[in-house]
């Protein structure tokens, strides 16, 4: 395994006037460097905080082994995570996991972000019904990043976001939703998952500049081709992000990304092709924030450096800051966050993928390992399981909440006139000595 390179620092960044700015990526070329660490940009709007990755509260600790597990019997290694009883977020009840995938799955958690989270879950459960499906420790942390930790932004985001989900039907959609037209879409729309980088994230490529929207669209259409992207982007959540974490030994939350760029200018940015950008772009930073770890643009020309221009204007100061754009002598930079065996020819790599027609259409991944999909399977299958349980007392917990929060208002409430009423008795007592007083002074002076 791989340690991480990554800045822990926080980087200050702000918007400019073109709702973006200068990430080290537009117009700058190959010359670019990693300015999502190092940069900070010039203002006209708010400000607003690039936080380290996401996965960086949550480095785990070395796991002592008891028993050194060949590698003849690596399935039995995988398998043995399933040895005993263990609750894991309150919804895994009834699987038998040991500590260490906990940990893997879980992560160790940041006690500041911790009580932050616990403070808009219940915010969130007073709200609305929260349910236990999207009541992740994670999931709340990423819309929290996403409006730096402002409660009441984050507040409407996420409840845009479950709205958004129930008419979507997003929690259906991969067992709904059948991409037939998936091989002759990718024929025309090269793309797809390919292996990890050295920190355990998956790693998507697409070839924009192969793209043939013509094609594209007598394949499927934009609503079909905008609801696949919906359903991978669940698989990557449910699926992708898990078996990472198993396969890294450590808690993987965020993608990195290669847009192979060659050929593509202005000429390619056209009205189909600027709503489909939109519409994702849209569907990736409203309803799945947080997930995009890098972004190298590679094959850059002077063509794409003048499309750049008006593409970045569309996207959040958030967003560019991790975005490095490339010309053609990208493989450095590359081999930097990934392996050559896992870049494919086509980008400067050793891989081809003969066996599956190509790297774009093998899907490789952790993913699809036999043992660890068994793994996330089985987490998956009883925390639907877990889920009709947890909804039957969500109304009764939400109750609860605010029975104990109305408690707390009337203890603070009673503390606060118990304090009142004791100055009040202090006052009389003061009063009366002062009455006593002044007595023995009118019966000194009738001496007199």
């Not at 059948?178 to 025309?188: G, H, N, Q, S, T």
């Not at 008795?425 to 000194?444: F, M, N, S, V």
């Amino acid at each position: 395994m791989y340690s991480s390179k990554d800045n822990d620092s926080r980087i200050v960044i702000t918007r400019g006037s073109d709702g973006g700015g200068s990430s080290g990526g537009g117009g700058g070329g190959e010359s670019s460097s990693s300015s999502w660490q190092t940069s900070q940009l010039k203002t006209t709007k708010r400000t607003k905080t690039i936080h380290p990755p996401i996965e960086n509260h949550w480095q785990l600790p070395p796991v002592k082994q008891e028993k050194k597990i060949s590698s003849s019997s690596s399935s039995g290694g995988f398998k043995s995570m399933l040895s005993y009883p263990l609750k894991l977020g309150g919804t895994l009840k009834k699987i038998g996991r040991t500590k260490s995938l906990q940990q893997v799955l879980e992560g160790n958690h940041d006690p500041k972000d911790e009580q932050l989270v616990q403070s808009f879950r219940e915010m969130l459960f007073l709200e609305v019904q929260l349910p236990p499906k999207h009541n992740d420790y994670h999931t709340l942390l990423r819309f929290l990043r996403m409006r730096d930790f402002n409660f009441a932004e984050a507040k409407e985001m996420f409840l845009n976001y479950l709205k958004w989900r129930e008419e979507y039907r997003a929690d259906a959609i991969q067992k709904e939703f059948k991409f037939e037209e998936l091989d002759r879409v990718k024929k025309c729309y090269p793309h797809g998952f390919h292996g990890v980088d050295r920190n355990g994230r998956p790693v998507y490529i697409e070839r924009i500049g192969m793209i043939d929207l013509n094609e594209l669209l007598q394949v499927t259409t934009v609503e079909r081709f905008v609801r696949y992207h919906v359903s991978e982007q669940e698989k990557t959540l449910k699926f992708r992000y898990p078996s990472c974490s198993i396969a890294a030994k450590t808690h993987v939350a965020s993608t990195t990304s290669i847009l192979d760029v060659q050929g593509v200018g202005l000429a390619n940015f056209s009205k189909p092709a600027r709503y489909i950008f939109m519409e994702i772009q849209k569907i990736d930073s409203c309803y799945y924030p947080e997930t995009m770890h890098r972004l190298f643009i590679v094959n850059a020309g002077s063509g794409f450096r003048m499309l750049w221009k008006v593409v970045k204007a569309f996207l959040d100061a958030r967003t560019l800051a991790k975005i490095k754009v490339l010309g053609y002598n990208y493989l450095n930079d590359l081999l930097e966050v990934i392996d050559l065996s896992y870049l494919p020819t086509f980008l400067g790599g050793n891989c081809t993928c003969s066996d599956y027609g190509g790297c774009l259409l093998s899907d490789k991944g952790p993913w699809n390992d036999p043992d660890i999909a068994e793994i996330v399977q089985a987490i998956t299958t009883t925390d639907e399981n877990n889920n009709g349980e947890e909804e039957e007392i969500g109304a009764a917990s939400k109750s609860a909440l605010a029975r104990n929060m109305k408690i707390r208002g009337l203890e603070t409430a009673l503390a606060e006139t118990k304090t009142k009423i004791e100055a009040l008795e202090d006052l009389l007592d003061e009063t009366k000595r002062a009455l006593e007083g002044l007595a023995l002074h009118i019966e000194d002076l009738r001496g007199f």
